[in-house]
């Protein structure tokens, strides 16, 4: 059974907080963990000191024996500066998707053919 560190939502309605927890990977998210090892509070500015706390050797013994984080946990980790994240980069992501491919080929189609007829030359 895989080992996790990931986050467990707390917080009221609309208001959230997150424990950062070690758990095993098949228990579930507001769960049992094994372990608290931090807090992200994203209602806090970006740059406030409080938005993100970690027990830094508490981290560090967990990805040392193997613990996976959790992509958004890997980002905190990285800010931190306890964990290197490679950005991923899908240039296919950003194309739009068949249909609007195709609404956009019908349109260019028919600018096309307006700009082909030309209005009639006065006769007089």
């Known amino acids: ?9 707390g917080g009221a309605k609309k208001r959230p907080y997150y424990y950062v927890v070690v758990a ?30 970690l027990k830094e050797d508490r981290v560090k013994h967990w ?5 996976q ?15 290197k994240r490679t950005p991923s980069n899908n240039p296919e992501k950003a194309k739009p998707k068949k249909k609007a491919q195709e609404r956009a080929a019908a349109e260019a189609e028919k600018a096309a053919k307006a700009a082909d007829v030309t209005p009639p030359a006065d006769a007089a």
């Open 69 to 83: 984080p959790t992509d958004r946990v890997l980002r905190l980790l990285d800010g931190a500066g306890l964990a």
């Open 63 to 67: 990805l040392s024996v193997g613990a």
């Open 1 to 9: 059974m895989s080992v996790k560190i990931r986050l467990s939502r």
């Open 24 to 53: 095993h990977g098949a228990s579930p998210r507001d769960g049992r963990y094994i372990e608290q090892i931090g807090t992200f509070d994203p209602m806090l500015k970006k740059d406030d000191a409080n938005r993100v706390k």
